[in-house]
Nanobody, 120 residues
Framework: QVQLVESGGGLVQAGGSVRLSCVVS????????MGWYRQAPGKQRELVAT???????NYAEFVKGRFTISRDNAKNTVSLQMNSLKPEDTAVYYC??????????????WGQGTQVTVSS
């Protein structure tokens, strides 16, 4: 069974920075795309950033230039450096991993989420 555990959330003032990390553990045949999503109260979960390789990243428009996603394949971790935070970035942030199973299919696994609150 695969587990994703996030860390690094908390309360920060507007303009500040936070770094989120996520460790993937358990039986992993192959770890494909990893990413971060977020969900604010009353809103749907939305993509923040994904990474397949250092040269293959994808960012939501509202975080471009402020957030940076990275991964360490040796440690099965993905991180999200969030700078210039705004109150509208307040949300629960979820780590996501797309895992390739030995049978040939891919499936998504999610972390439990970590709260990031940005005060104005």
């Amino acid at each position: 069974q695969v587990q994703l555990v996030e860390s690094g959330g908390g309360l920060v003032q507007a303009g500040g920075s936070v770094r989120l990390s996520c460790v993937v553990s358990g039986f992993i045949f192959r770890l494909n795309r990893m990413g971060w999503y977020r969900q604010a109260p009353g809103k749907q979960r939305e993509l923040v950033a994904t990474i397949s390789s250092p040269d293959n990243t994808n960012y939501a428009e509202f975080v471009k230039g402020r957030f940076t996603i990275s991964r360490d394949n040796a440690k099965n971790t993905v991180s999200l450096q969030m700078n210039s935070l705004k109150p509208e970035d307040t949300a629960v942030y979820y780590c996501n991993a797309r895992i390739h199973a030995p049978g040939g299919h891919d499936y998504d696994s999610w972390g439990q989420g970590t709260q990031v609150t940005v005060s104005s």
